[in-house]
């Protein structure tokens, strides 16, 4: 882990370590980092698209001078250049318009190039060299030759690409050579410009001491997601070619890729090259995927010339791609007839084991299910008694304290008959409120009989219900009268007759309490009371 974020570190620095180490087992690392880079495209575009959008928003705002339309529009165009060519094409033609409309030369100028360098990628190559043609070369200032003479040369590189089937017209190789010639006596040294051009032209002239040296000493000062980076990383790769070194290769175009990426530069040339590479090397698959996303770029920038590339590539390796899993399909299918033969043997085989086993697993299976139905007769045994021996001890206790309360009540009524005062016995005997009295003492003692057999009732009984339907005590309410309902039904009074009459309701009473509280219940309704019956079980 600690090797790998190492590499990370090193290699997001843009540093030249990687690439001198190189190794297979490394560039396989930065291949997997090209992978996940990959994945990561969308999250790049997002970040691409904000910065354009803020740019459109200044270009919008009242009241700009024509030198800060001038600026965002070129700042516009710079965004698009190698991310979208027909957007480029557009700011390009309205930066110009601007220019022209200011009447400033140096603008002009600066306007014209730009557009012939976007010109050229979309293959409107005629146009590229028409406008500039029209540009006064007296006129330039210095920084502006080099875009010059560099649109000159490209547009020529484009062309010859463009038409390398051999319809290229022969003259156009000598333009092309003469304006590489004019580009490289304007580069200065402090351009990366300087390190690829002469870099190729070492490379082309066998100085292969001079072309290391030149692109190496720039290589550390270019960012990640950056031209100057991903250009750099490609002219490297031609460097390795040359060398024969095919696994720095691969490394330089991986690094050269994932710089395009992560600076969203959908001219990516460098993803296709080595996506080429690795079809020739055998490695269809990631060869498949990559040539898919170059196109997918080249499709999104909208250059005839890399779509063009681009599909010819795609239609080489995709048809590899097709025949290696069609390759791979007939091996899968024949070992799957191999394993299929050697798996009806082994099928045999297991079959007379399985007979075997299976008598022995029967017998066990049917002791295992007695015992367990042992168990549970047991436990159920166990509960049914420690029930019954609870309430056999509160029921003896409510009996003696009736007679108790019985015998005091007798006295009291032979007292007030003693006394001759008939009146006050008559109504001492009418009033109901000794029994009442009695009846609330008893649901109380009740109650506490009950929560101490299962003390977690009530709140167990409310999980069974939604929020908001659950049943809520009143201070010192140890169990409400719907409790009580469902108390006795846990204790195996199921009867809703014989429930009415204990708690002194009317049978309707409790019908309606059973089906509203089954109707709330989370649980089926025809659940919800083998619930209530399950709630302590095992407990004891």
Not at 43 to 59: A, M, N, S, Y
Not at 65 to 86: F, I, K, M, P, W
Not at 157 to 172: A, I, Q, R, T
Not at 245 to 259: F, G, I, Q
Request: aromatic residues 12%; contains cysteine; proline residues 2%.
């Amino acid at each position: 882990m600690m090797t790998v974020r190492i590499f990370t570190f090193l290699f997001f620095l843009g540093l030249p370590f990687f690439v001198h180490a190189g190794d297979d087992a490394k560039t396989n690392a930065l291949l997997v980092e090209l992978d996940k880079v990959i994945g990561q495209a969308e999250q790049f575009k997002k970040e691409k698209e904000q910065h354009i959008r803020t740019l459109k928003e200044q270009l919008a705002t009242p009241g700009l001078s024509v030198g800060e339309q001038y600026d965002v529009c070129r700042n516009l165009t710079h965004a698009y250049e190698y991310y979208r060519c027909d957007s480029a094409r557009q700011y390009a033609l309205r930066q110009l318009d601007i220019a022209e409309a200011s009447g400033d030369i140096s603008r002009i100028i600066d306007s014209k190039i730009q557009l012939a360098s976007v010109l050229f990628k979309a293959a409107m190559f005629d146009k590229s060299l028409e406008l500039l043609g029209s540009i006064p070369k007296e006129t330039l200032t210095a920084a502006q030759e080099i875009e010059y003479y560099k649109a000159y040369y490209e547009t020529y590189v484009f062309w010859l690409e463009f038409y390398n089937d051999g319809y290229g017209d022969p003259s156009m190789t000598q333009q092309r050579d003469f304006y590489y010639e004019q580009f490289l006596r304007v580069l200065p040294q402090s351009t990366y410009e300087y390190a690829s051009y002469y870099g190729i032209k070492y490379i082309n002239t066998g100085q292969l001491d001079k072309a290391e040296k030149v692109l190496y000493i720039y290589l550390p000062k270019a960012k990640l997601g950056t031209r100057p980076y991903s250009i750099l990383n490609s002219v490297l790769s031609f460097f390795y070619r040359v060398k024969g070194d095919s696994t720095k290769v691969k490394a330089h175009l991986a690094l050269s890729a994932l710089s395009d990426i992560r600076g969203n530069i959908m001219e990516n040339v460098s993803l296709r090259e080595l996506a080429t590479l690795l079809y020739e090397s055998g490695d269809i698959n990631r060869a498949n995927s990559y040539i898919k996303k170059s196109m997918e770029d080249a499709n999104f920038y909208n250059a005839r010339i890399r779509n063009f590339q681009t599909s010819k590539v795609l239609q080489i390796i995709n048809r590899a791609y097709q025949t290696n899993q069609a390759a791979q399909q007939r091996k899968l299918e024949y070992l799957l007839a191999v394993i299929s033969v050697l798996s009806f043997g082994l099928l045999i085989g297991i079959f007379l084991i399985i007979r075997e086993v299976r008598k022995v697993s029967r017998a066990k299976k049917e002791i295992s299910t007695i015992n367990e139905q042992l168990r549970q007769n047991n436990l159920a045994l166990a509960e049914t008694n420690h029930i019954k021996e609870e309430y056999i001890g509160h029921f003896l206790e409510l009996c003696s304290l009736y007679i108790e309360k019985i015998d005091k009540y007798q006295k009291k009524l032979y007292n007030k008959a003693k006394t001759s005062n008939a009146d006050e016995l008559f109504n001492t005997i009418k009033s109901t409120q000794f029994i009442e009295d009695e009846r609330t003492e008893f649901y109380h003692k009740f109650d506490e009989s009950f929560l101490k057999l299962f003390p977690d009732f009530v709140h167990r009984f409310n999980a069974l219900l939604p929020e908001g339907e659950q049943v809520t005590l009143k201070p010192n309410e140890k169990l409400s009268t719907e409790l009580r309902i469902f108390a006795l039904i846990r204790l195996g009074i199921t009867d809703s007759a014989k429930i009415a009459e204990f708690l002194n309701y009317s049978l309707a009473t409790i019908y309606n309490y059973r089906s509203r509280y089954r109707n709330k219940s989370i649980v089926p309704r025809d659940e919800f009371e083998n619930k209530i019956m399950k709630i302590g079980v095992n407990s004891f």
